[in-house]
């Protein structure tokens, strides 16, 4: 099992280009979650999914849009990216159950926007 | 408005003693909490959590205690170890009606065990 996979793992992108991270994971979790972490800012959600072809926003979604195609697969796109996104992306997964609150998270993408 | 909060951004404690991190929260609809550890370059790990319906939660060096009234949770690492050493977040969430539950996350705090 290899848990949770992100790609890619680090990306410079100038202002205004768009780019998409991919987030994978093999465990058949239905929850999926997209989280920026700045410094001093903890960990924030972008975006989130509860099953195949749901996605829902969370605390932070202006400037980002999400796909979940595939229930494996959750997509974090950035159309005109801003110096503002540039960051540590983190995606996770978790279990639908109710009790199995945990949730796994992927290594991170880390993003710079010049 | 934050609704957890984790106020003291670093820690640091003896190999061998205690190590105690804080949490509060505003919420008082939150009714499961988490801690997780961050290593650099790596994503968050779960390490323990509890429900609202107990006040302590325990598993080998670690106990999570949760103070409903205060709405004060905290995470003691009993004996620490060097590879303690790492960011610890709280993380809050509450379950609503669809079964959908969002997590809310502290800013963090880095504890640095010495050896």
């Known amino acids: 099992n290899a848990g949770v996979t992100q790609t890619p793992k680090f990306r410079v992108l100038k202002t205004g280009q768009s780019m998409t991270l991919l987030c994978a994971q093999d465990?058949?979790?239905?929850?999926m979650y997209w989280y920026r972490q700045d410094p001093g800012m903890g960990l924030r959600l972008i975006h989130y999914?509860?099953?195949?072809?749901?996605?829902a926003k969370g605390e932070v979604p202006d400037g980002y849009n999400v796909s979940r195609l595939k229930k494996q697969n959750f997509l974090l796109g950035l159309e005109s990216a801003a110096p503002s996104q540039t960051s540590v992306y983190f995606c996770?997964?978790?279990?639908?159950?109710?009790?199995?609150?945990?949730?796994?998270f992927g290594p991170g993408t880390r993003l710079t926007v010049l | 408005d934050q609704q957890v909060k984790q106020n003291s951004p670093s820690l640091s404690v003896q190999e061998g003693r205690i190590s105690i991190l804080n949490c509060d929260y505003t919420?008082?609809?939150?009714?499961?909490f988490l801690w997780y550890k961050k290593y650099p370059a790596e994503g968050p790990t779960f390490l323990i959590s509890?429900?609202?319906?107990?006040d302590k939660n325990e598993d080998g060096r670690f106990t999570v205690f949760l103070n409903k009234s205060a709405k004060h949770l905290s995470l003691h690492i009993v004996p620490s170890q060097p590879g303690d050493s790492a960011v610890y977040f709280c993380?809050?969430?509450?379950?609503?009606?669809?079964?959908?539950?969002?997590?809310?996350f502290g800013t963090g705090t880095r504890l640095k065990v010495l050896a």
């Open positions: 996770a997964s978790r279990h639908l159950a109710v009790g199995y609150n945990e949730q796994f």
């Open positions: 465990m058949n979790h239905e929850y």
């Open positions: 999914s509860v099953g195949e072809g749901t996605t």
């Open positions: 919420n008082s609809m939150f009714d499961y």
């Open positions: 509890i429900s609202s319906i107990k």
């Open positions: 993380a809050a969430s509450r379950g609503s009606t669809s079964g959908t539950y969002k997590y809310i």
